[in-house]
């Protein structure tokens, strides 16, 4: 017998399932909260509810909100058990499950006028994001804000309803400012670094785009801190639901599954208050440059690693990948030979230990995360994961053969089709671009890394592409097993 998730059955909840050790009924929203999915619910929303637990912050619960008619879908799933969610956090010889309470409310996603009523609430002082690394509307190579696009365009017109993030923010800053409310700070939880900054230059460049004192005004009196964020957190399937319900006997429409780890360094820098979150492990610091770097390098720049050699190699999950010696062992040579040595010290941590705790959270086997996952979007993770590390080595004069070969896994991988033969679907916003450059990369290597807004300057490298291309030429002749066992042998070029 199952417990359907709902506030009514809180009190009814399985006895291996944890409810919120507080009253829902006397949160207050401080926060909105644009993209509800599952990273947001593993990771915000726990710091948060783990605050509420504690008898503080009741003042700072979340509302989500969205742009995206497909963000409806979540919305309806949350909606049925009153915005609870499930989370369970799985390892090897470890299980738990608990509910979260700290989201009260969901704004109907694309409703611009009733998100931005919400935001201009002297209530709500924070609005924090998890939009993906696509979401920022960043030219790829550059790594800048793209004011030309079309949507951000759309946004500047006078008189023009806002379908971006951006524009709905800006309008409820705009709302603020003509009625004289501090403006509330603008937190991004997304895996980009300098995550705070790229925002501050989607908002400050399409105020420019309207008004050049709006643009000043948003620069001098908004927040927007950077952080780093972490906790392997995979799609919820129908794996997960049946796990819930036959280990826990709970019924939940959109549970969340994790790891235990998590992990949120944040600048403290915030323009109308912000909640305790010390108090539950967050880190707050001056500076979270060198946390950032570590992570994307070494954990994001790892799953790139692993992902498209195992992805060609038919492997599903990324425990599985792991439990692959030519795999594992690709990413611990790529990692000590190229990658860590790019990172500059961090405070009060050691590169090696942090490494070693990569190594096991992608080993985790209860985890379920899928290989599809990590190759999903290279186009817009590649230029922020591995291409900067292949422009620092390229500057020291450093080797870059193994950086090489993971660009020329992902060419081939984009290609479409397995060592095996089987069919990959398209994964990445760009894919027919993907494959039409992957299959002319083929004959043609030069093809991949004249994809401008990609590579930049490091597809110009004469040693990076004589690397490439050699990389490439040897996976389309022997498949990514012999070429990770040539690689790892030290017999790539030969």
């Given at each position: 017998m199952t417990v359907k998730l709902s506030s009514s059955n809180l009190a009814r909840l399985p006895a291996k399932v944890a409810g919120p050790k507080y009253d829902r009924s006397a949160l207050k929203a401080g926060i909105v909260h644009f993209g509800v999915g599952n990273f947001h619910r593993s990771h915000q929303a726990i710091y948060l509810d783990d605050l509420f637990a504690t008898g503080e912050g009741h003042d700072w619960?979340?509302?989500?909100?969205?742009?995206?008619?497909?963000?409806?879908?979540?919305?309806?799933?949350?909606?049925?058990?009153d915005w609870l969610t499930t989370v369970v956090e799985q390892d090897q010889g470890h299980m738990s499950a608990r509910v979260t309470g700290a989201m009260i409310d969901f704004l109907t996603p694309g409703d611009a006028a009733a998100i931005i009523e919400r935001l201009a609430d002297p209530a709500i002082k924070i609005v924090s994001l998890t939009i993906t690394e696509g979401g920022y509307f960043i030219d790829p190579a550059s790594g800048k804000f793209?004011?030309?696009?079309?949507?951000?365009?759309?946004?500047?017109?006078?008189?023009?309803?806002?379908?971006?993030?951006?524009?709905?923010?800006l309008a409820g800053l705009l709302r603020r400012r003509a009625d004289g409310i501090v403006p509330f700070t603008v937190m991004s939880c997304d895996n980009i670094p300098h995550n705070g900054h790229v925002t501050s230059d989607g908002v400050i460049g399409l105020a420019r785009l309207i008004d050049e004192d709006l643009a000043?005004?948003?620069?001098?009196?908004?927040?927007?801190?950077?952080g780093m964020v972490d906790r392997i957190t995979p799609a919820t399937t129908d794996r997960e639901r049946r796990i819930l319900a036959d280990d826990f006997g709970l019924e939940d429409n959109w549970p969340?599954?994790?790891?235990?780890?998590?992990?949120?360094?944040?600048?403290?820098?915030?323009?109308?208050?912000?909640?305790?979150?010390?108090?539950?492990?967050?880190?707050?610091?001056?500076?979270?440059?060198?946390?950032?770097?570590?992570?994307i390098r070494i954990l994001n720049g790892g799953h790139a690693t692993i992902a498209y050699s195992a992805g060609l190699m038919d492997i599903h999950f990324v425990h599985e990948g792991m439990q692959e010696p030519l795999v594992r062992a690709f990413l611990s040579k790529?990692?000590?030979?190229?990658?860590?040595?790019?990172?500059?010290?961090?405070?009060?941590?050691?590169?090696?230990?942090?490494?070693?705790?990569?190594?096991?959270r992608f080993s985790n086997p209860k985890i379920g995360d899928t290989i599809r996952r990590l190759c999903l979007d290279g186009s817009n993770r590649q230029p922020k994961f591995i291409i900067p590390t292949i422009a620092d080595r390229l500057k020291a004069g450093e080797a870059v053969a193994g950086l090489a070969l993971e660009s020329a896994l992902w060419c081939r991988y984009c290609f479409g089709t397995t060592d095996s033969g089987a069919v990959i679907e398209p994964n990445d916003p760009s894919w027919d671009r993907m494959q039409a450059t992957a299959k002319a990369a083929k004959d043609d290597p030069k093809a991949w890394l004249a994809m401008e807004d990609i590579y930049g300057d490091v597809g110009r490298s004469p040693a990076f592409a004589g690397a490439f291309a050699h990389a490439l030429k040897v996976l389309w002749a022997n498949g990514a097993r012999e070429t990770l066992a040539r690689y790892l042998a030290g017999r790539l070029r030969g």
């Open positions: 619960a979340l509302i989500g909100a969205g742009v995206f008619e497909g963000e409806k879908i979540g919305r309806s799933k949350l909606e049925e058990q793209n004011p030309a696009h079309p949507d951000i365009v759309a946004d500047a017109q006078p008189g023009a309803v806002p379908k971006t993030v951006f524009g709905i923010i000043k005004w948003v620069e001098d009196k908004v927040a927007f801190p950077n969340v599954f994790c790891e235990p780890f998590k992990q949120w360094v944040l600048e403290d820098h915030f323009t109308a208050g912000r909640p305790a979150l010390e108090k539950v492990g967050v880190q707050f610091v001056k500076d979270v440059s060198p946390y950032e770097l570590m992570k790529l990692e000590h030979d190229e990658i860590i040595p790019t990172v500059p010290p961090v405070p009060n941590t050691d590169l090696e230990d942090y490494y070693q705790l990569i190594e096991r």
